[in-house]
C-alpha cells in the first residue's frame, strides 16, 4: 500500500469513527439523555462531525435545558440572543441566562449584564448590569472585568473615571483579553483621563497586534505613521496598515490608501489609493468617502469630475465627516456663484 493510500486510508477511519460517534450521541439524546442533547447541539452548533445547523443544535439545546444543564441554558439564550437558528428573541435569551446564572454561570452572568447595558429585551438599566458584570468579575472572568471598564469609561450608570476603567481594563488585560488591552493602548496614548505615556501604550498595543488583532495592527500602524514614543516610520506603519487592512479592517484599509496617495512608505500610485478607499467605501467608511470625492475633485489617478466628487462628499458627510461637509459645501457655492449672472455696469 501506498503512502498515498495509507493516507486515504486513516481518513476513511477517522470519518467512521466521527460518524459512529454522533450516531452514539443521537441515539442517546432520543432516549432523553441531556448531556448527550447538549453534546450533539454544540456539535451542531461548531460543526464538528456534522454539518453546522443552528436549527438543530437550538432544538438539542432546548431539550438539555429544560433538564437543567446551565451549559445548555446558555447557549441556549446566546443561540436566541444572536438570531442564530431562529429569529433574535431577547426575552427568550433573557429568561435562558437567568435560568443558567441562577446555577452559578458564570459567561450567562456577564451575558446578563450585556442585555441590561443594552436594553435588549427589557430596560436599559446600567445598575443592574453593573450588579451582573461584578457577580461574574468575582470568578475572574475575562468579558466582566472588561465590561466594567468600559462602563466607567463611558459614563454608564457611574461617573466617568478612566483611572477605574484602567484599573479594570488592566484585570481583564492580565487575563488576556485583548480588546481590554488595545483600550489601554488607546487610553496611554491619547492621555486620556490619566498622563500621555506613548510606551505604556506601545507596551498594551504590541502583543495584541503580534498575535493578529486587527485594531491593535492599526493601532501600531498610527504610533509608527506619527512617531507617537518613537521614530516616525512610514515603512513599519505600512506594514501593520497592510496586516490590519488584510482582515478586512475598514479604517486600516483607509490607511492604506492614504499612504498610497501621499506617497508615505510607498511611492506614490493614485490607482492603487482609489482600490483601498473603494474598499473602506463598501463598508460605509465615511473618511474612506471622503477621500474618495477628494481625489475627483482634484483629478488625482482619476480624471476630475466635480459631480462624483459631489456625491461622495455628500455621503461622507451624512455620516458626520467634518471635511466632506466642508468640501460639499465649496463645490455648490462655486456651483451657485458660476450659476448667478453677471450684472454689467
Not at 495509507?6 to 467512521?16: F, G, N, P, S
Not at 442517546?28 to 464538528?48: H, N, R, S, V, W
Not at 468600559?150 to 483579553?177: C, P, T
Not at 506603519?237 to 479592517?249: F, P, S
Request: contains cysteine; glycine residues 10%; hydrophobic residues 40%.
Amino acid at each position: 500500500m501506498s503512502q498515498l493510500e495509507e493516507l486515504l486510508q486513516q481518513q476513511k477511519e477517522i470519518a467512521a469513527a466521527i460518524d459512529a460517534i454522533v450516531e452514539q450521541r443521537r441515539q442517546a439524546a432520543a432516549k432523553g439523555e441531556a448531556d448527550a442533547q447538549f453534546t450533539l447541539g454544540l456539535m451542531y452548533e461548531q460543526g464538528q462531525g456534522v454539518v453546522q445547523n443552528y436549527r438543530e443544535a437550538l432544538r438539542c439545546f432546548e431539550k438539555a435545558a429544560a433538564q437543567g444543564i446551565a451549559d445548555a441554558q446558555f447557549r441556549l439564550g446566546r443561540l436566541l440572543d444572536r438570531g442564530l437558528g431562529e429569529s433574535a428573541d431577547y426575552e427568550k435569551a433573557i429568561h435562558w441566562y437567568q435560568e443558567a446564572a441562577n446555577q452559578g454561570h458564570v459567561a450567562a452572568r456577564c451575558a446578563l449584564g450585556q442585555m441590561f447595558e443594552n436594553g435588549h429585551g427589557t430596560q436599559q438599566d446600567f445598575a443592574a448590569a453593573m450588579r451582573w458584570y461584578k457577580l461574574a468579575a468575582t470568578d475572574k472572568y475575562a468579558d466582566a472585568h472588561y465590561f466594567m471598564g468600559s462602563m466607567y469609561e463611558n459614563h454608564h450608570g457611574v461617573e466617568q473615571d478612566y483611572f477605574e476603567a484602567v484599573r479594570w481594563y488592566k484585570l481583564a488585560a492580565a487575563l488576556g483579553h485583548v480588546v481590554a488591552q488595545c483600550r489601554l493602548a488607546r487610553i496611554y496614548g491619547g492621555g486620556l483621563g490619566v498622563k500621555r505615556d506613548y510606551a505604556e501604550a506601545l507596551r498594551w498595543v504590541r502583543g495584541p497586534a503580534e498575535q493578529g488583532n486587527a485594531t491593535a495592527q492599526l493601532q501600531l500602524g498610527v504610533m509608527y505613521e506619527h512617531g507617537e514614543g518613537m521614530e516616525e516610520d512610514p515603512l513599519e506603519a505600512m506594514r501593520w496598515y497592510r496586516l490590519a487592512a488584510a482582515q478586512g479592517d475598514a479604517n486600516a484599509q483607509c490607511k492604506v490608501g492614504f499612504m498610497y496617495s501621499n506617497g508615505k512608505g510607498v511611492s506614490c500610485d493614485y490607482p492603487e489609493a482609489m482600490r483601498w478607499y473603494r474598499l473602506a467605501a463598501d463598508q460605509g467608511n465615511a473618511t474612506a468617502l471622503c477621500n474618495l470625492g477628494f481625489m475627483f475633485d482634484h483629478g488625482h489617478g482619476v480624471p476630475a469630475d466635480e459631480s462624483r466628487a459631489l456625491l461622495y462628499y455628500n455621503k461622507a458627510a451624512k455620516r458626520g465627516d467634518v471635511y466632506a461637509i466642508k468640501n460639499r459645501d465649496m463645490i455648490e457655492a462655486r456651483r451657485a456663484a458660476q450659476a448667478t449672472p453677471k450684472v454689467e455696469a
